[in-house]
């Protein structure tokens, strides 16, 4: 993983076979990020797994051949606990879209990644018994 900031924000470059929640992780820690939102991800990923949230709970799929990686978003807290929240949309070689929350994923060719860290917002997490997720809360 190779990183720059500028500003507020974190550009990121990570290389094939990387873990992509363990380079997101490192970079939360080396760039001290405790808030941010993943504006932005493209690239190719392998080994990922993939769910839908539906009655309670998340239906998981794996999908382990590569799959360009068209729409990367979303969360960033370290309060209390980390939690690296994303949703991707992904393309086959049959060039068909699927896409859901991502669980784990292993960066295949790279994959370029812009953080937007907040220096002022505060993201955290709080169980939402209804719904049972760990929903965020901003202070």
Not at 26 to 41: L, M, T, W
Not at 82 to 97: P, Q
Not at 120 to 127: A, Q
Request: glycine share 10%.
């Amino acid at each position: 993983m190779h990183g720059k900031v500028e500003d507020k924000f974190i550009a990121l470059k990570l290389d094939d076979g990387e873990g992509l929640f363990e380079c997101l992780e490192k970079a939360i820690v080396e760039y001290d990020i405790r808030s941010g939102i993943i504006v932005s991800g493209i690239g190719m990923l392998a080994d990922f797994e993939i769910g839908f949230f539906k009655d309670g709970e998340y239906d998981w799929v794996i999908h382990e051949q590569p799959h360009e990686l068209v729409s990367m978003h979303g969360s960033i807290s370290t309060k209390d606990e980390t939690m690296i929240h994303i949703h991707v949309g992904l393309a086959g070689s049959d060039h068909k879209l699927l896409g859901g929350h991502l669980k784990r994923a292993k960066v295949c060719v790279l994959n370029e990644i812009l953080i937007l860290k907040f220096e002022d917002v505060e993201f955290s997490r709080v169980l939402n018994s209804e719904s049972g997720l760990k929903e965020m809360k901003i202070t």
